[in-house]
């Protein structure tokens, strides 16, 4: 060993302790951190590949988390920052505009659905679902219609952690009897999902009653008390399940006929993820109003945006005290605006959406053939660059797996044993960055594949 290997494991260890003593990593489990292997400190990233501080190098198979789009290590994203906060760094958001919050916006409306005219900046999802929610109670306000302020969540959907976004959430990845009681107001109704359908029904003979039973919802609690429906189009947190074409347009018509908006959660869809620009272009419906975040910038710099259509926004026009009720101090952050529009040109120019579609295709035959391979593939499921791997101990008789199997431990362990970073358990998630190529996929699934028979090995499944 060196001097210089000995001070470079030095500092890895050191950086080691002070994490674990004063950094709160989000939603992990400090436990799990302190494990030998448990903390894991990224320090660079080129492309699909990150690398860590011991000079470990991994295939961002999550893109973060659905965010890196345009992949990792883009100075023209850095020039961008740089060269904006020489000019302006900030500007007071309640009460005057900037041109790169202009810009942004103009070309967001140009590519979301038609009817989408209006954006609003904030900084992350969560936040970009608080806009839309008050947005929606607001523009049902101002117009009069007082008593309507519930909001239709489904169960299995996942919008974000601070508190009306946490209400809303469907999904069991965050604990929130903590916090109970949340946001009155919110009802959950059951989410669509043909592999494992609520009602034990079957396409087509259902007619989509996944969609037609939040009629019967709305109609119970009295239409005339529901501000929205907040959905993702195509919910990765439920599956990755793409409902099809009828799901949306009943949903639409529902919601025409009882005055209920559609907040159509873009959060994880948006920027290509699905193969198209927002996952709702994948059907013949618009939204009244649409959250967008994470590959909007590819994470260069925070921002996100809660996005709505004239009609909407022709309703908080009038007297001051009909101005939307929205405001924060990093709102339509110039740096981030600038840096968030060079990377929708990337995008752009890169033709990004239609390599996700593209390389998409190739990718859900990829994982298809691991079906075909394990034992404990119960189903391969996604589009464009988002995609899950469903394991279960035995699929044919339905059996999933049991608390000591821990595959929630072993899976991202045996992953990175491959060289892969992704978000694993009883489902892997496979959401590489839009950048990747055939070969690149060809290697991820590689590894994936690798990982799953070790899986089977340990476990004693074969
Ligand atoms: C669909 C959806 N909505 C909202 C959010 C919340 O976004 P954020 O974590 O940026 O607050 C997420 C986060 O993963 C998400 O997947």
Same mark, same amino acid.
């Given at each position: ?14 950086? =080691?302790?002070? *994490? ?16 030998? &292997? ?6 660079? %990233?080129?492309?699909?590949? #990150?690398?860590?501080?011991?000079? &470990? ?24 920052? +740089? =060269? ?22 103009? !070309? ?9 005219? +209006? ?17 929606? !109670? ?7 219609? =007082? ?92 599956? @990755? ?63 996100? *945006?809660?996005? *709505? ?21 990093? %709102? ?7 840096? *968030? ?30 079906? !075909?391979?394990?034992? #404990? ?26 608390? &000591? ?36 996929? &060809? ?10 028979? @070790? ?8």
């Amino acid at each position: 060993m060196t001097v210089s290997d000995v001070s470079s494991s030095q500092r890895v260890d050191d950086y =080691r302790a002070r *994490a674990l003593e004063h950094l709160w990593v989000h939603t992990a489990q400090y436990n799990d951190l302190a494990k030998d &292997d448990g903390m894991l400190v990224v320090e660079s %990233g080129d492309g699909i590949y #990150v690398t860590d501080n011991k000079g &470990d190098r991994y295939i961002d198979a999550m893109a973060g988390l659905w965010v890196v789009a345009v992949g990792h290590g883009r100075s023209e994203l850095a020039d961008v920052a +740089k =060269r904006q906060i020489e000019s302006l760094a900030y500007a007071n958001p309640f009460a005057y505009a900037t041109e790169p919050a202009i810009d942004l916006a103009s !070309k967001l409306a140009s590519l979301t659905p038609e009817a989408i005219n +209006k954006i609003h900046f904030v900084n992350s999802g969560s936040e970009a679902v608080e806009a839309a929610i008050r947005m929606a !109670k607001q523009y049902h306000f101002n117009r009069g219609e =007082r008593r309507r302020t519930k909001v239709i969540s489904r169960i299995g959907s996942y919008h974000g952690t601070t508190a009306m976004a946490m209400t809303v959430n469907g999904s069991n990845y965050i604990n929130k009897k903590p916090f109970e009681p949340l946001m009155p107001g919110v009802i959950h109704v059951e989410n669509i999902n043909c592999a494992r359908c609520p009602f034990e029904k079957t396409y087509p003979e259902c007619e989509v009653f996944c969609a037609r039973h939040i009629e019967d919802e709305i109609k119970f609690q009295d239409p005339a008390t529901i501000a929205a429906i907040i959905a993702e189009p195509i919910s990765t947190s439920n599956g @990755n399940w793409a409902p099809q074409q009828e799901y949306w347009t009943t949903l639409r018509e529902i919601c025409d006929r009882h005055g209920v908006l559609i907040i159509a959660d873009e959060v994880i869809n948006g920027f290509g993820r699905t193969g198209k620009w927002f996952g709702i272009q994948h059907y013949p419906v618009q939204p009244d109003i649409m959250t967008v975040a994470k590959g909007i910038s590819s994470g260069y710099a925070p921002i996100a *945006a809660a996005m *709505a259509t004239q009609e909407v926004a022709d309703a908080f026009v009038g007297e001051r005290a009909d101005s939307f009720a929205g405001g924060i101090t990093w %709102g339509a952050h110039p740096v981030s605006c600038a840096v *968030a529009l060079a990377n929708v040109e990337i995008i752009e120019r890169e033709r990004l959406v239609e390599n996700s579609a593209r390389v998409g295709e190739h990718l859900a035959a990829q994982l298809t053939e691991l079906q !075909k391979r394990h034992k #404990v593939v119960s189903d391969t499921r996604g589009i464009g660059l988002m995609h899950s791997v469903e394991l279960k101990r035995d699929p044919e008789a339905g059996v999933d797996f049991t608390e &000591d199997d821990k595959v929630g431990e072993l899976m991202p362990r045996l992953l990175k044993e491959q060289g892969l970073l992704a978000r694993a358990g009883a489902s892997i998630s496979v959401a590489p960055p839009l950048v990747i190529n055939r070969e690149e996929v &060809d290697a991820l699934v590689d590894g994936i594949d690798v990982a799953i028979g @070790n899986l089977e090995r340990e476990l004693g499944i074969g």
